[in-house]
């Protein structure tokens, strides 16, 4: 899956991580870019993201992924960070119920800043800590089907399902984005027959950019 270093990047997809303090995000993003983790996190403070560049259907995407405080008083940001996002890990710990029960109002935040076709996970991190489980995968899954996402258990500290994770968002986004230029090629003019029979647009400035950098801190 991994991508070798220097090869050309055809798609940069922006996802953002959002879920309460210590739930595990800064974790999360850890393991899947740099496959690190550590017991002594700090909460973060302000914006950050890192990019892990995979290969999706023979094509090159870089991810882009976003993560921000959970505590409302680090938070610098709200419209930025959602803007341009094509993906969202909804992040809750199985041993924190409160974390879960919060998980409607980050829904709402998310929806209504980001754009209608936005894929979601729910994730539900720290799944090696079944001892301390207080929330069931039932009542996960649940909740996601009601709401369409995705859902997944995750451990950043074991390493499992956190690929998965990602790879499924990613996947789902790059077949939206592919339809959306099938479609677009298909009727140029807006009025043509389309391919997919479902016309679906694709938020955000351009899902296909250069190598380029862009703005903001990394770290
Ligand atoms: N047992 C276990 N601990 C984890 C896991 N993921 C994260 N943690 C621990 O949970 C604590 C919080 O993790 P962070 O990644 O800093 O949490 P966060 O959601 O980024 O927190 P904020 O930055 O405050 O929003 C740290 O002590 C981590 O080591 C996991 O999968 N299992």
């Given at each position: 899956m991994a991508a070798a270093a220097g090869d050309k990047v055809d798609y940069v997809f922006k996802v953002v991580?959002?879920?309460?303090?210590?739930?595990?995000?800064?974790?999360?993003?850890?393991?899947?870019?740099?496959?690190?983790?550590?017991?002594?996190?700090?909460?973060?403070i302000g914006v950050e993201f890192q990019t892990r560049t995979l290969v999706i259907q023979h094509k090159s995407v870089?991810?882009?992924?976003?993560?921000?405080?959970?505590?409302?008083?680090?938070?610098?940001?709200?419209?930025?960070?959602?803007r341009g996002a094509l993906g969202a890990m909804l992040v809750y710990d199985i041993t924190k119920r409160q974390s879960f029960d919060h998980i409607p109002?980050?829904?709402?935040?998310?929806?209504s800043h980001a754009d209608k076709n936005?894929?979601?996970?729910?994730?539900?991190?720290?799944s090696d800590l079944e001892d301390q489980r207080s929330v069931s995968t039932e009542d996960a899954k649940?909740?996601?089907?009601?709401?369409?996402?995705?859902?997944?258990?995750?451990?950043a500290?074991?390493?499992?399902?956190?690929?998965?994770?990602?790879?499924t968002v990613l996947t789902e986004v790059f077949q939206i984005v592919n339809k959306k230029t099938l479609v677009s090629?298909?009727?140029?003019?807006?009025?043509?027959?389309?391919?997919?029979?479902?016309?679906?647009?694709?938020?955000?400035?351009?899902?296909?950019?250069?190598?380029s950098k862009t703005c903001c801190s990394s770290s």
């Open positions: 991580l959002i879920g309460d303090s210590a739930v595990g995000k800064s974790q999360i993003l850890a393991r899947f870019a740099r496959n690190e983790f550590s017991l002594d996190s700090k909460a973060t870089k991810a882009q992924i976003w993560d921000t405080a959970g505590q409302e008083r680090y938070r610098a940001v709200t419209s930025a960070y959602y109002r980050w829904l709402e935040e998310l929806r936005l894929v979601i996970m729910l994730i539900g991190n720290k649940e909740f996601a089907q009601k709401e369409g996402l995705f859902f997944l258990e995750t451990s500290m074991q390493a499992t399902n956190v690929d998965s994770a990602f790879i090629e298909s009727q140029p003019d807006g009025n043509g027959p389309t391919l997919s029979g479902k016309k679906i647009i694709v938020p955000g400035p351009a899902q296909e950019i250069p190598k």
